[in-house]
């Protein structure tokens, strides 16, 4: 059976999400998340996505709950939603994976992510019903919900102004952003152009979207407009473009919203949370401004902890997975570009020239296949290679290795000041891994 991952579960729409196992996971979600209210369900435009929905609502009615059906929308719609009328929901995607791949993320009353212990029983349950279901039992949702209450509150989160006279490229991944992302950005005044948004049930992500944003890039600089948006599959996630066609990450977002709040006093506690993977840059630009930096494990859901555990509004992964906290329960790359592009336009300055607040400190990532699970705290060879990259790098630099929670892999960040230095420092300790561990080949 699939693990449980910090959404729920993820993998190959056919071999791995059965109809007895999402079937049980509906079963599991309505014993642990109550029958009392209507669960909320959207999903991506996979083809696998009707399936999965109905596998769901069967679920749901063998244990006496009721389905709600949104439809494609975007995964912070779903939690929208939820959130509104304090109702459970189940988000079918994958996100920026392939078509081939779906998933299902798992909301609690409320809109909010699973805690670690609802998680825990849920995947209980869900063990206990998996092969006690015998066939798949087809239902209907009972009923649709519309999207219309989230797109006003988008529209409201820029306070009554507007982005007439900016030129916006978007590039809908081919997901769940295709239509609604440029219909809020023109219900603003945005003039909008708009690429990869012809879903056709497999093109989702397919060299498109924040994980190849090379046509947006193009297009932007092609249509002569200020900027662009790129969103993945499930539109959780966004990456903006300049007006010159160079790409602007989370941190560099998060530098700019975060400076812009900072400057009309509204940054509450005067800081961000943000992932141990986030560029030294941001650190570097926000320090200088006056603004902290809580750093947390990576995944969203350890930087909503710490949001909520130090009161602060704003934070966010380098992937464009940003947080408002006041505004939405999880990430939202529509929201998230509706910021962005409301800070450009009260400055008055140009994508480019808010992006040069934040320099990019050289980083490479690169993760190592080890010959079995790792045990860092039993590798005294890492950490003094570790300990001796760092003294190395001193203040201008930065060293994060970590094992991977689900496979044989050992991950390693390195940031320096020069892209040589932090390709030395990364040889260095690749070979420091491989000679504690054993390589078994095919880094990552």
Not at 437 to 442: I, L, P, T
Request: overall charge negative.
């Amino acid at each position: 059976m699939l693990q449980f991952g910090t959404d729920g579960i993820r993998g190959d729409a056919d071999a791995d999400l059965t109809s007895d196992l999402v079937v049980a996971l509906g079963r599991a979600a309505a014993v642990v998340l109550g029958t009392d209210r209507p669960f909320v369900v959207g999903r991506d435009t996979r083809r696998s996505g009707p399936r999965l929905r109905d596998d769901l609502a069967a679920g749901l009615h063998a244990e006496g709950a009721v389905l709600r059906d949104a439809g494609i929308v975007p995964t912070p719609a779903v939690a929208f939603l939820a959130a509104v009328d304090g109702l459970p929901a189940l988000m079918i995607s994958a996100s920026h994976n392939p078509w081939t791949d779906n998933g299902i993320k798992l909301f609690a009353p409320g809109g909010r992510k699973l805690d670690d212990a609802l998680e825990r029983r849920v995947e209980d349950e869900l063990r206990a019903r998996v092969g006690a279901v015998a066939a798949r039992a087809w239902a209907e949702p009972d009923g649709a919900i519309s999207h219309e209450p989230y797109v006003q509150h988008l529209v409201r989160t820029i306070e009554g102004r507007r982005l007439d006279g900016l030129r916006v490229v978007v590039d809908g991944a081919n997901g769940a952003a295709s239509e609604l992302g440029p219909e809020v950005l023109r219900a603003l005044g945005a003039e909008v152009v708009v690429i990869h948004a012809a879903p056709d049930g497999t093109n989702i992500n397919a060299g498109c979207g924040s994980t190849a944003p090379g046509d947006l890039q193009a297009a932007v600089v092609a249509e002569h407009a200020d900027a662009g948006l790129a969103f993945d599959g499930d539109a959780d996630r966004v990456l903006a473009v300049d007006e010159r066609g160079a790409l602007v990450d989370g941190d560099q977002i998060m530098v700019i919203v975060a400076l812009d709040l900072h400057a009309r006093g509204r940054l509450r506690n005067d800081a961000i949370a943000v992932t141990v993977l986030s560029n030294l840059g941001l650190r570097n630009a926000l320090a200088a401004a006056g603004v902290s930096v809580v750093e947390t494990p990576v995944g969203d859901r350890h930087v909503f902890a710490a949001m909520e555990a130090g009161d602060l509004l704003l934070g966010g992964e380098q992937s464009g997975h940003v947080i408002f906290r006041e505004l939405a329960t999880t990430g939202d790359g529509i929201l998230t570009g509706l910021q962005l592009l409301d800070s450009m336009a009260r400055s008055g300055r140009r994508m480019s020239e808010l992006a040069a607040q934040m320099t990019r400190v050289p980083q490479l990532l690169e993760g190592v296949r080890v010959a079995a699970k790792p045990d860092l705290a039993a590798a005294p060879g890492l950490a003094a290679e570790v300990e001796a990259v760092e003294a190395a790098l001193g203040a201008e630099g930065r060293v994060l290795v970590r094992a991977s929670g689900t496979e044989p892999l050992i991950r390693i960040m390195v940031e320096a000041p020069t892209e040589a230095a932090a390709r030395g420092a990364l040889a260095r300790l690749r070979a420091a891994t491989e000679k504690e561990f054993g390589a078994s080949g095919g880094g990552r």
